[in-house]
């Protein structure tokens, strides 16, 4: 049986292999969740500084792994 991830997790790993993404782009790379819950798993990351909302006009939002969890979470 494959793991499970959490929203937020598949999320993360569109955006961890397409950085720069549209969040639209991340959307239609997780065709089992809704936007609605695409949406709110950003927010929380976005919020928790995990990731960064790049606005790009009309509306529109760039997404990326923040530089501050890319230090966090880089071995010591």
Request: glycine share 8%; proline share 8%; with cysteine.
């Amino acid at each position: 049986m494959p793991p499970q991830y959490t929203t937020g997790q598949q999320a993360l790993e569109v955006i961890i292999r397409s950085p720069g993404a549209m969040v639209d782009d991340v959307v239609f790379q997780c065709p089992d969740l809704t936007w609605n819950q695409i949406f709110l798993a950003i927010d929380r990351l976005s919020r928790e500084g995990a990731l960064t909302l790049i606005p790009k006009g009309g509306g529109l939002y760039a997404v990326q792994v923040s530089d501050q969890a890319t230090l966090t979470t880089q071995p010591t």
